[in-house]
């Protein structure tokens, strides 16, 4: 269960109508200064170790994604003059294959994550917290 202070991203797996994607208060924060500094913005889990294995925060089109990877979810912040602002929030099908059956909520901890991720120079950085679907 999502907590109700967490925003539920838009479902965009291929026949769900329930999101298996949220994001905290605390990461909606960071995701809102990022904006401000970098305009749009994407996400993407791979499956590696280390770095690889939280979400990445990357400006919009940075990271290639292909059919290797899953659109996951999509958040939608509040629109601003400039119009509708969605993030796409990619993950490798390899990772996705392992947690098909989780709902991910991304959260912010302090700590510094990996020098390509946008939140690295903010002394924090994002990581899922997950639970059975």
Do not use: K, N
């Amino acid at each position: 269960m999502t907590e109700s202070r967490d925003l539920a991203a838009r479902p965009e797996v291929a026949g769900e109508t329930v999101s298996r994607l949220a994001f905290t208060p605390a990461a909606l924060e960071l995701i809102e200064r990022l904006w401000a500094l970098h305009g749009p913005l994407m996400f993407h889990q791979s499956g590696g170790c280390c770095d690889g294995s939280a979400p990445m925060c990357y400006p919009a089109g940075e990271f290639i994604t292909g059919g290797q990877d899953v659109l996951l979810g999509t958040l939608e912040l509040p629109p601003v003059a400039g119009g509708a602002r969605e993030i796409p929030f990619w993950m490798s099908r390899e990772q996705f294959g392992v947690w098909a059956h989780t709902h991910l909520t991304v959260d912010v901890v302090p700590g510094r994550g990996s020098g390509f991720s946008l939140e690295a120079p903010e002394g924090l950085r994002f990581l899922i917290r997950s639970r059975l679907l």
